[in-house]
């Protein structure tokens, strides 16, 4: 399980894959969340805009387990 430290209340999940390395730039969240499946905290979820929060897990198959840090 991999720690994505924020320092604000939130992180969107489009900045998380970013930051994730998971995609290059923010234009591609949307291509990848359609053709990728991607669960916070255990739901399928497919809103780039989705708030994270501490202590939120977010597991995406094809590049494991994050966990939301402060």
Do not use: C
């Not at 669960?39 to 966990?67: C, M």
């Amino acid at each position: 399980m991999k720690e994505i430290q924020i320092t604000t209340e939130y992180i969107t999940l489009g900045q998380l894959l970013k930051q994730a390395d998971v995609i290059q730039s923010g234009g591609m969240v949307k291509w990848y969340l359609a053709e990728h499946e991607v669960f916070v905290n255990e739901e399928l979820e497919q809103r780039r805009g989705k708030k994270l929060y501490e202590g939120d897990t977010i597991t995406i198959p094809a590049a494991g387990t994050f966990v939301v840090t402060r």
